[in-house]
């Protein structure tokens, strides 16, 4: 597999297959990344068509501060709507699959990227649910494909989750991983598993949440606000395991029991938790845990969260409060 390492002086070729909300945002993203990319759809009308949309779309978010000035003067230096799928992909060193979330429909379409694409031109889909390996099927040389998730919206959420399959080359992740940091975006690579990690957490927490309110044990926007100012404030920064370090794994090993007193199995204590408490790594302040953060560094380490939660606040007071009611 040929990795898509980065040329000084040698724009990069890229194609978007699927060119609506997500694909067209995955698109402005890699372009304003420097590559030339291009776009294509059921048509050569719905791509032109999506294609003004992202300019329009980028005019206004230059006017709103959310794009640098000039933004739009370089998509439309290297965006282009193709006629076709075949004519999107063809010499194009990544091509990111990013239609409707039908495993007929994409199947479909990757196997006309497949059979168009150069040997050597790694694959993505922008699947969040369906399992790579399935997806993989239709793609001659199954190792250059693999998952490539962008969050929606795909400009302004930093995270990407990268997905390989059995299969998949260790050069293509490698690959992916610096074609994704060089578009100012942050990867995280798992497993090929039902829901993989983002939804899977994501969908925990809304299970979770549903169920206090069917229990009329809280409304709806109660718990929203629940979490938006408790631990859910936390997460911009910190993510469940360094919070547990810093919280200590013992007092997360005993909530766990008080939460086993009313749901025994749905909250029985992780292995992985009571493993290291056992072993005495508590977290910061054992300076082991699940990150093995140094003892030493919590000062550090606690200046820094105070810091940014007092930045979260006055940032949220500047934005004021989202318009939902």
């Known amino acids: 597999m040929t990795e898509t390492t980065s040329t000084p002086g040698i724009q990069k070729n890229f194609a978007v297959v699927g060119s609506g909300y997500m694909g067209g945002g995955i698109a402005q993203v890699l372009a304003l990344g420097g590559a030339r990319v291009a776009l294509a759809d059921v048509s050569a009308e719905v791509a032109q068509k999506n294609y003004e949309r992202l300019l329009t779309e980028s005019d206004q978010f230059v006017a709103d501060g959310l794009f640098p000035a000039g933004s739009t003067g370089i998509l439309r230096k290297n965006l282009w ?20 979330e039908v495993l007929a429909i994409k199947h479909e379409t990757l196997a006309r ?13 922008n699947t969040s649910t369906i ?3 399935d997806l993989a099927g239709p793609v001659a040389h199954p190792e250059r494909f693999l998952g490539v998730h962008f969050s929606n ?10 997905i390989p399959h059995a299969g998949t080359s260790a ?20 497993k090929d598993v039902t829901g993989f990690v983002l939804n899977r957490l994501q969908y925990a927490l809304f299970h979770e949440a549903a169920q206090l309110v069917e229990q009329e044990i809280a409304t709806a926007e109660d718990i929203d606000t629940l ?25 997360y090993n005993f909530c766990y029991q008080s939460l086993q ?13 009571s493993d ?35 930045a979260m606040q006055q940032l949220l007071e500047d934005l004021g409060p989202a318009p939902i009611h």
């Open 81 to 100: 709507p193709a006629e076709n799928i075949e004519e999107a992909v063809a010499g194009a060193e990544f091509i990111e699959e990013a239609v409707p």
């Open 131 to 133: 399992s790579i390996a």
């Open 153 to 162: 919206p795909s400009p302004f959420i930093p995270g990407v989750e990268v």
């Open 113 to 125: 990227i497949s059979a168009a694409a150069r040997q050597d031109a790694v694959i993505g889909s």
């Open 171 to 190: 050069g293509t992740v490698a690959a992916i991983r610096e074609l994704v940091h060089s578009s100012g975006k942050q990867t995280a690579v798992v």
């Open 227 to 251: 979490v938006r100012t408790t631990f859910g404030f936390r997460l911009p920064f910190f993510g469940p395991f360094a919070i547990a370090d810093m919280a200590g794994l013992d007092v």
């Open 261 to 273: 007193t009313g749901f025994p199995e749905r909250f029985a204590t992780p292995k992985i938790l």
């Open 276 to 310: 290291l408490v056992n072993a005495g790594k508590l977290g910061t302040k054992t300076g082991a845990g699940f990150l093995n953060v140094p003892a030493e560094r919590t000062p550090e380490l606690i200046a820094y969260r105070n810091k940014a939660y007092v």
